[in-house]
C-alpha cells in the first residue's frame, strides 16, 4: 500500500495510475485535487447564474482531472499541474457551454429583454431594437417570434459571436464569458460590438 505522495514524484505515480493502482489515484488526488477546488471557485457565480448543480459541475472537473493523469506525458507536455489545470478548465468549460444552450432551448420564455450586458448599459431589448426606436420585442407576444428573430440574428454571427450571443442570452456579463470561453474581458467586449452591429443590420432589414 502507497502511503504518502512524498515519495514518489508524479511520473511514477502516473505509471503507477495507468497500471490500474487505485492507492496511486488517491494520493494523485490528494496532491492535487487543490487545482480543481480553485478552479471552480472562478466559476461560482456562472454557476449560480445558470442555476447549475456544484455537484455537477464537480464531477465534470473530477473528469477532466482523470483524464489528464491518463493522457500526461511528460516527454511532451508541460508540468503535470499544468495540464491538469488546462483538461479541469477545458472540462468545465464545455460543460457550461451545453448547460447554458439546454438551459435556453428549455427556458425560451423566460428571455431576458432587460439585463443590462454591458458597460454601455445596453439591454437586449435596446441591443436588438436598434437603439430602441423600434422596440421589436415590445410587440412580440409570441415565443416562436423571438425564436424566429434570434435564429435571424444566429445566422449572421460568426460560431465564436453565437457563442457569445447564446451566453448573453443566459444572462451572463462579459467577464463571466471571458472566463469559459478562456479568452479575456476585452476579447467578449469586442465581440459584443460586432454582435450589435450585425443585430442592428438584421432588425433594420426585417423592419424595412
Request: net charge negative; glycine share 0%; with cysteine.
Amino acid at each position: 500500500m502507497l502511503n504518502n505522495y512524498n515519495d514518489f514524484n508524479d511520473s511514477e505515480l502516473c505509471m503507477l495510475i495507468k497500471e490500474n493502482n487505485e492507492d496511486a489515484k488517491d494520493i494523485m488526488y490528494a496532491k492535487y485535487n487543490y487545482i480543481i477546488t480553485s478552479i471552480i471557485k472562478k466559476y461560482l457565480s456562472i454557476i449560480k447564474k445558470l442555476n447549475l448543480d456544484y455537484h455537477d459541475v464537480y464531477q465534470e472537473a473530477m473528469f477532466g482531472f482523470l483524464d489528464a493523469i491518463d493522457k500526461y506525458d511528460e516527454n511532451k507536455d508541460a508540468s503535470l499541474k499544468t495540464f491538469i489545470s488546462l483538461c479541469v478548465t477545458r472540462r468545465i468549460n464545455a460543460a457550461i457551454i451545453k448547460a447554458s444552450r439546454l438551459k435556453r432551448k428549455a427556458e425560451q420564455e423566460a428571455l431576458s429583454i432587460d439585463y443590462i450586458y454591458d458597460d454601455s448599459n445596453l439591454s437586449l431589448q435596446e441591443l436588438i431594437s436598434d437603439n430602441n426606436k423600434n422596440n421589436p420585442l415590445e410587440q412580440m407576444t409570441k415565443i416562436e417570434e423571438i425564436n424566429y428573430k434570434i435564429n435571424l440574428i444566429k445566422e449572421v454571427l460568426s460560431p465564436k459571436e453565437e457563442e457569445v450571443f447564446n451566453l448573453l442570452l443566459n444572462d451572463l456579463d462579459y467577464k463571466q464569458i471571458a472566463i469559459i470561453l478562456n479568452t479575456t474581458p476585452k476579447s467578449i467586449d469586442n465581440a459584443i460590438q460586432r454582435i450589435k452591429a450585425k443585430v442592428r443590420k438584421v432588425i433594420y432589414k426585417e423592419e424595412n
